[in-house]
Each structure stands twice: as C-alpha cells, then as structure tokens.
C-alpha cells in the first residue's frame, strides 16, 4: 500500500471535544457514592482500577498498547491516555478497536460540526424524538511533528468515506506498525476544516481544559451549540 506524504506540522490550539462526565470539571462519581469514607474510596478506587482500561493500559496491561507509550507526569495525563487506552468498540475512522488515538480538529467550528454530526447519528438510531442537551469539555494541544498528510491526495480518497471506515482504518493500521506519528485530514463533516489524528501520547503537546460546550438536540437534529468559559 502506498503512504501518504509526511508534512511537518506546527499547529497550536487544537479542539478535542470530550464529553463533560468524563472531564475532571465534573465530580467524580467515586466521591460521590464514598461521601467522607476514606476506606470505601479507596476499595471504590481499587475496583475501578480492576475494570478501566486507561489504569490497566498505564499497568500495561493491555494488548493494544504498552504503558511505555503513555505520559505522565502533568495534571491532565489521564485525559491523554484515556484517548488511547478507551477506544470506540468499532473503532474510530484511523484506528481499531484495540487502540485509539488523540483526535482533534484545527479549528473549535469543526470540532463542534464534527461531534453534532455522530451525536445526531446516535440519536437517529434510537429513534429519538425530544429535546436531549449534551455537555462537552474542549481540550486544547498542540503539535509539532511529522504527520502523514491526505489533505488534497486523490490516492486516499476512499479514506474520507462518509459512510465507511474500512479503507481508512487499513490505512491507518499500515501507518500506526510502520511507526507513523498520525494523520492530517480533511473533516468529513465540515466543508474546509481540518482534523488530525495522533497515533503517539506523547506528541499531544500542551494540554489544557478549555471551554464548555453544551449542545441542544430537538427531534435528533443539534438546533444550538453554546460556548461557556
């Protein structure tokens, strides 16, 4: 299979958007069911660690990926790692089930267009017909590496199927074992905007919790998307 080329990329403030309950503006739901028991916690925490695989991957205990590839050491770490070590079970657009990746989009519209999209998607699915309001946390990084590139590549452009992810999750498998850093692409969504995909935790530079977004969905389809600090 032929690769894409590879650009260097210098691109700061990037748009994550991570849903609010799993965010660390949220109280954690383990304090909540301890209260004050300091006993409980810790047996709450220990059971945690037992079942969620952003712990079992830093233990490096996950086929997916080894605990040598994780960071460390900064307040939002976690956050990172979760991306990698929690993948969707079918997987995300450039990568499988067994390991995901940082994705994120150059610009806070795209990332807004591109989450409404699959929210919308899910609730089409059930056949959801009121008002549902969902709540996400933007997570802003920065990068500064060499990335393969599709933006305006004929070659590749089965990997932008609206549709499917089969081409492109090859793609990025072939990429991920010949010791890629990532993608850049072209939102699918969003007409012009551009996303990244990024294979390694360490190269998610400068995190930080940015802004609230909270979307409102009527009849499955988002009606308004407002940004709080």
């Not at 991957?57 to 929690?86: D, K, M, W, Y």
Request: hydrophobic residues 40%.
């Amino acid at each position: 299979m032929k690769l894409p080329k590879q650009v260097k990329i210098e691109q700061d403030t990037t748009h994550r958007l991570i849903p609010y309950r799993y965010s660390d503006r949220g109280r954690p739901i383990l304090n909540l069911l301890a209260q004050d028991d300091d006993d409980l916690l810790r047996d709450l925490t220990e059971l945690e660690g037992a079942t969620n695989d952003r712990l079992l991957g830093e233990s490096g205990r996950l086929p997916g990926i080894s605990a040598i590839e994780l960071v460390s050491g900064f307040q939002l770490a976690h956050i990172v790692n979760a991306s990698f070590t929690l993948p969707n079970p079918s997987g995300g657009r450039f990568n499988g089930a067994g390991r995901g990746a940082w994705y994120a989009a150059f610009e806070m519209q795209t990332a807004q267009t591109e989450v409404a999209f699959h929210r919308a998607a899910e609730l089409k699915e059930v056949g959801w017909n009121a008002e549902e309001v969902f709540s996400y946390i933007d997570y802003l990084a920065d990068f500064r590496h060499k990335f393969h590139d599709i933006r305006e590549d004929a070659d590749f452009v089965d990997c932008l199927d609206p549709n499917s992810y089969a081409d492109s999750q090859a793609l990025g498998l072939k990429l991920l074992t010949s010791g890629s850093a990532g993608i850049v692409y072209p939102s699918v969504r969003h007409k012009d905007g551009v996303c990244i995909a990024c294979f390694r935790p360490p190269l998610v530079l400068n995190v930080q919790e940015g802004s609230r977004v909270t979307f409102t969905f009527i009849d499955a389809e988002m009606t308004s998307a407002v940004i709080e600090n």
